[in-house]
Nanobody, 119 residues
Framework: QVQLVESGGGVVQPGGSLRLSCAASGSRFSIVAMGWYRQAPDEEREMVATITSSGRSNYQESVKGRFTISKENYVDTVYLQMNSLKPEDTGVYYC?????????????WGQGTQVTVSS
């Protein structure tokens, strides 16, 4: 089992910045990727950014050039630096970890952290 704890959410004005953190604990062996997803009210959860254990990153088109995902300690901790925030970035941000097991890939989710972009 992998436990994920997110932090860093809050309220920020448009154009501002926030940095989210996600720390993995528990059985962290064979985590192959981590990422950030968000869910706005009455919307589906969507991928924001992901990063593999080898450092390959992927971003949703709407955040490219504004958000940066990074990691340390071989994917035990992942960050999301969010700059030039827009009201449409508002939502609950969830951290996700993908772990390779004998039965395939196991997905783990954090509890989520609220990001509100508003003037």
């Amino acid at each position: 089992q992998v436990q994920l704890v997110e932090s860093g959410g809050g309220v920020v004005q448009p154009g501002g910045s926030l940095r989210l953190s996600c720390a993995a604990s528990g059985s962290r062996f064979s985590i192959v990727a981590m990422g950030w997803y968000r869910q706005a009210p009455d919307e589906e959860r969507e991928m924001v950014a992901t990063i593999t254990s080898s450092g390959r990153s992927n971003y949703q088109e709407s955040v490219k050039g504004r958000f940066t995902i990074s990691k340390e300690n071989y994917v035990d901790t992942v960050y999301l630096q969010m700059n030039s925030l827009k009201p449409e970035d508002t939502g609950v941000y969830y951290c996700k970890a993908d772990q390779l097991t004998s039965q395939g890939i196991a997905n783990y989710w954090g509890q989520g952290t609220q990001v509100t972009v508003s003037s």
